[in-house]
């Protein structure tokens, strides 16, 4: 296990380089996380800021991991639900050793080599922020005392885009990437859609729902990071996904 310390002390690829992931055992603990009980109050401050700012953000509890590690193809972890007040606290302050993220994101392909994102509403956590459709674990992606990447990435999916990736072909393989303490576990998705018809898919879901996370869909077809506001793990992703060749 990582014992508190830097993601390439614990085994994995160094910072922005892709990496093949075999499988991965992500196991959640009852009881609070060690970032709650050491840093509570500094939590509540930050949280009533964050709300000040956005009252929309709602403080419900996702997997927030304390320990991850890689070796010989295989992610293991050990997390907590904390509320997501503290995972907003330590984004904060820049994503310090004691806390680790660690999220699945299935990565759209249309039927004419298009990746289909999301651009996320300005009432989120992450305002105009542009990346697929995914989020942070919560309770219902723990299954058994373990994360459920593959119900996550279904989950959020389908609750953003109204697509069902289990209806489509899927790689076989997922790859991974870390910076800032943060793990992203990635796959293609490939639907027999071209990107004009599964944007306008998106959008008709996204004037159904009273409640949309998202404002829009987009058709990206280069890895040019200044093209959207990205964040961090975008420019590392769509580097890998226009390298490829099939």
């Not at 990107?195 to 829009?216: F, N």
Request: proline residues 6%; negative net charge.
């Amino acid at each position: 296990m990582n014992n508190h310390q830097s993601l390439e002390a614990a085994g994995f690829p160094s910072a922005g380089r892709v990496f093949p992931v075999a499988g991965h055992r992500l196991v959640v603990h009852d009881g609070d996380h060690p970032w709650v009980l050491e840093n509570q109050a500094a939590i509540d401050e930050n949280w009533a800021r964050e709300v000040a700012a956005n009252p929309a953000l709602f403080n419900g509890r996702m997997v927030f991991q304390r320990n991850l590690s890689f070796a010989d193809g295989h992610i293991d972890g050990e997390a907590y639900l904390a509320p997501f007040a503290t995972f907003l606290h330590w984004r904060r302050l820049a994503r310090p050793v004691g806390g680790y993220h660690l999220f699945a994101l299935p990565l759209p392909i249309s039927s004419d080599g298009a990746l289909i994102a999301i651009r996320m509403g300005a009432h989120t956590a992450n305002p105009g922020r542009v990346y697929c459709a995914a989020g942070s674990m919560d309770e219902s992606d723990v299954i058994d005392g373990h994360c459920d990447l593959e119900f996550n990435m279904r989950r959020e999916v389908l609750e953003e885009t109204g697509f069902d990736i289990a209806a489509a072909r899927q790689d076989l393989q997922s790859y991974a990437v870390q910076s800032d303490n943060t793990v992203t576990v990635f796959r293609r998705v490939f639907f027999d859609m071209t990107a004009d018809e599964m944007l306008a898919r998106i959008a008709a879901h996204v004037a159904d729902d009273p409640e949309p996370e998202i404002d829009c869909a987009l058709a990206i077809r280069d890895a040019n990071p200044h093209a959207h506001d990205y964040p961090a793990f975008m420019p590392l992703v769509l580097n890998w996904l226009f390298d490829q060749k099939g």
